[in-house]
């Protein structure tokens, strides 16, 4: 009888320790899965994304997924909340956290599920992140002179070529290079602040300068756009600008107006735009090459008959003339910087030619209302022949011309000059 209830204890004892020794095995795994299988993660530094996996059956305890990463390096490019996901004991899904540590060229990181106990893998055990590769920046030109007042153009692409564009108006730092032997505050200065300004939807911004002082071999200033925000350079990635303040013409330059048109009409009750007028197809350039400079005129409408083709322009000193136009007493004074240039027509006719060289002036101003920079063109050295009198016009302006010279001024106009106003125009 013992025997036989010893057998029995013994068969009940095994089949105890076989139903226990079995309990793991009829535990249910976890089926982890990407919740997706692309993400983004943006082309600035600080920037996150949440990649998630999911499981059909719920973690009967916690458990751990390890993952690998490749394609980016983790603690340069970006970096991790944890180096696995982890089911909390009921959950059904895990989440790490990426971070973008440094923006430079795009990569595309692999985030890749490994094997582990009560883990079966799903059928998405990886996902890629793409990361954004820096937006493209360029300057639209890599050399220009700052003379008093400029806007200078900053445009962005993404890493791809497309054009970019803020959602929202957006400023973007520029930094003063390595090379700059000009001093902020003293020689130069930024107008909107030292920064790229891009308007809503616009891919090109714009930051604007203005030349304080000139002084000889702290004329330099290089620009850049800030490294720390994340841009890589294109085709002109630095701008080098020499400050030459008012007295460099060079360029090209766009007919705006004559500027003392309505002084000609209220005190000297003439229309001058009976004598010279212009349009904005109305052009010129002054061009400098091996210390000779030339002035070459485009024009169509009666600055045509002054101008009458392209020839050297020598300079010829200053002379500070009161802008009688503007009122005033005294009036504003400014310093013309004279040029005496070639192939010009004193007359200012179509039919009546007297050409030779003769002296202009010039100097640089802004637009009160909109800060543009302009040029100003004084012509005093002319003599006009047409003797009959236009429509509203007191005299004619062989008359004007008899009338002052019996002031003895050189040039005979000198204090009834012509000033018209040009606004620089791409090269």
Not at 165 to 187: K, M, N, Q, R, W
Not at 298 to 316: I, M, V
Not at 401 to 416: C, E, F, I, W
């Amino acid at each position: 009888m013992k025997k036989v209830i010893m057998a029995a204890f013994m068969a009940l004892t095994t089949l105890g320790f076989t139903a226990c020794s079995g309990s793991d095995d009829d535990s249910t795994p976890i089926t982890p899965s990407f919740q997706q299988t692309s993400y983004t993660l943006d082309n600035q530094e600080g920037a996150t994304v949440v990649v998630t996996i999911n499981s059909a059956t719920a973690a009967e305890e916690a458990t751990v997924v390890p993952i690998t990463f490749s394609g980016a390096e983790e603690g340069v490019d970006f970096s991790s909340s944890a180096s696995e996901f982890t089911f909390a004991k009921g959950a059904t899904s895990a989440s790490i956290t990426l971070t973008r540590m440094a923006v430079g060229e795009p990569k595309t990181l692999t985030v890749n599920l490994g094997k582990a106990s009560g883990v079966k893998l799903g059928t998405v055990n990886y996902a890629t992140v793409q990361l954004v590769g820096a937006n493209i920046y360029s300057f639209t030109t890599d050399y220009d002179v700052l003379t008093i007042q400029r806007e200078y153009k900053v445009t962005l692409e993404t890493a791809d070529g497309n054009a970019f564009s803020f959602a929202t108006a957006t400023e973007v730092p520029i930094e003063i290079a390595d090379g700059t032997t000009a001093t902020l505050g003293e020689h130069f200065e930024f107008v909107n602040g030292q920064v790229a300004v891009f308007e809503a939807g616009k891919s090109t911004g714009v930051i604007t300068l203005k030349t304080l002082k000139v002084e000889e071999g702290k004329n330099t200033l290089k620009l850049k756009v800030a490294s720390s925000a994340g841009y890589l350079a294109g085709n002109y990635g630095t701008l080098t600008l020499e400050i030459a303040g008012a007295t460099n013409f060079t360029g090209n330059w766009t007919f705006k107006e004559v500027s003392n048109a309505e002084w000609w009409s209220t005190s000297w009750y003439m229309n001058i735009l009976n004598l010279i007028d212009g349009t904005t197809d109305d052009t010129f350039s002054m061009t400098e090459k091996d210390d000779v400079i030339t002035f070459t005129p485009n024009f169509t409408g009666k600055l045509k008959n002054y101008f009458t083709a392209a020839g050297k322009a020598t300079a010829d000193g200053t002379r500070d003339e009161y802008l009688q136009e503007e009122g005033g007493f005294p009036p504003p004074t400014v310093t013309l910087y004279l040029y005496n240039i070639e192939n010009i027509n004193e007359y200012i006719s179509d039919t009546d030619q007297s050409i030779g060289t003769h002296q202009v002036g010039f100097y640089m101003t802004t637009d009160d209302e909109t800060g543009e920079e302009l040029l100003v063109m004084t012509i005093a050295d002319y003599h006009p022949t047409i003797t009959t009198a236009y429509d509203g016009d007191m005299a004619s302006w062989s008359d004007v011309y008899d009338m002052m010279a019996y002031s003895g001024d050189t040039p005979v106009m000198k204090t009834a000059p012509i000033r018209i106003q040009f606004t620089r125009s791409a090269e």
